[in-house]
């Protein structure tokens, strides 16, 4: 199915392209000369790189917000199926409110005694993309529309998918390999808490959903708390009776008056990002709703802060003869995965062999690999080319998404040796 034949979808990539062809940046990943032999070089089975650039943008052009990806699952379980990969689809959007259903996609192996590895991406993009335009320029993706690329996570997507097709085709000896694709990440990390893993078998995995610099891995992160504060006032004439009311975002004002917000410790912070009340200028407002959140890699500090947060809250709500209502949910937990772990060993000795570095990250961002291993499922996250996501200066690199997908293919292939057979 081409894109065209969508409903809804634009015009090719080739087509939409606004840079001149002297300007398609054919720039290389270039790969210092020291690397361990382990998966050398010569070793690597290549990646197509014109496939791969091809598929990312075929990608960043089909509008997929949260909860509304069911075009681009459409595109891709039909893409993969005809690349000969074997494709599975759930129900997850019934669940979580949605059209689109992750995919499980799988190149079975010839090696059973082989781990069972998985890469992961993920569908939705953060904002909607129906009107994308973008360029490549000295070899460089931007949106030259008021929107973002879609990089996140389709920079990470598209090296993952072009990592097992080139695996497929280099007719090397391999274990099961699987692709867990996932909707609704972006909005909390839906997909991937519905997806149904403890039947699949799989080992460990890789998930290619963070910024550069690309060969490092993300193993540890924080703990991600979401709050709602409602302050109840009392409406009155703000004009004729405004001392019969209790104004609610006095309250408010109050409660915020002394808050620790920001940057609270090196690994913890906290944040008030929406605010809505009222029904007039004319009117002692009644009511204000806050939505906030707290992280930190510390529960006990997680703990704390979110305590600190209600707590002026409440007494603000005292001080002025108003109530409060709070809703508090741990939205994700942490996860901190030991560099001496199978998975960690494995990237970690992939991203040498391509001379990377193979640095190990703390974040206080959050990903599928939070929920996949609070279900027992370990992984880690793999750095891509990604780079200011979340804004419309969102970019990557053509080299970043070749070595994206020269590493994912690495850590396939070192999964593959003798050493981390299953006995």
Not at 228 to 253: L, M, R, S
Request: aromatic share 4%; hydrophobic share 40%; with cysteine.
């Amino acid at each position: 199915m081409s894109l065209n034949m969508i409903p809804g979808l634009g015009k090719s990539g080739t087509s939409r392209m606004r840079a001149a062809a002297s300007n398609s940046g054919m720039t290389r990943a270039r790969l210092p000369a020291c690397y361990t032999d382990r998966v050398s070089l010569q070793a690597l089975p290549p990646v197509n790189e014109a496939r791969l650039v091809q598929l990312f943008l075929n990608l960043c052009e089909i509008n997929s917000p949260s909860l509304g990806e069911a075009d681009v699952v459409a595109w891709a379980k039909q893409h993969l199926r005809a690349a000969g990969l074997e494709v599975h689809e759930d129900g997850a959007g019934a669940k979580i409110g949605g059209n689109g259903n992750n995919l499980i996609v799988w190149l079975r192996g010839t090696m059973p005694a082989a781990p069972k590895v998985f890469l992961s991406a993920h569908f939705d993009t953060v904002e909607p993309t129906e009107e994308l335009a973008y360029e490549e320029q000295d070899g460089v993706f931007r949106s030259t529309s008021d929107t973002i690329l879609g990089a996140d996570d389709y920079a990470g997507l598209a090296p993952a998918v072009e990592a097992m097709l080139a695996l497929k085709e280099s007719g090397l000896a391999h274990g099961d390999v699987c692709l867990l694709l996932s909707v609704a990440e972006e909005i909390g990390l839906k997909g991937a808490a519905a997806l149904e893993t403890h039947d699949l078998g799989l080992d460990f995995g890789f998930v290619l959903d963070t910024g550069p610099p690309v060969g490092s891995f993300v193993t540890r992160t924080a703990t991600h708390d979401k709050l709602e504060f409602t302050i109840h006032g009392k409406p009155a004439h703000a004009g004729k009776d405004p001392e019969k009311g209790i104004n609610a975002i006095q309250v408010v004002a109050e409660a915020v008056h002394g808050m620790r917000l920001g940057r609270i410790g090196p690994e913890t912070t906290a944040n008030l990002g929406i605010i809505a009340g009222g029904t007039g200028t004319n009117v002692v407002c009644p009511s204000v709703t806050i939505k906030a959140e707290a992280r930190s890699t510390s529960v006990p500090d997680l703990d704390a802060q979110v305590d600190h947060m209600i707590q002026k809250f409440e007494a603000a709500a005292r001080e002025f003869g108003a109530t409060v209502e709070v809703t508090h949910d741990r939205h994700y937990r942490s996860y901190e995965i030991p560099e001496s772990t199978t998975v960690v060993k494995i990237g970690q000795t992939a991203s040498r062999s391509l001379g990377l570095d193979p640095a190990l990250r703390t974040t206080l961002g959050g990903s599928d690999a939070n929920v996949y291993n609070s279900k027992g499922l370990p992984c880690i996250v793999m750095a891509t080319g990604m780079t200011d996501i979340h804004t419309h200066d969102e970019h990557v690199s053509r080299a970043d998404l070749v070595l994206t997908a020269k590493l994912a293919l690495a850590c396939l292939l070192e999964t593959a040796k003798d050493e981390y057979r299953k006995s």
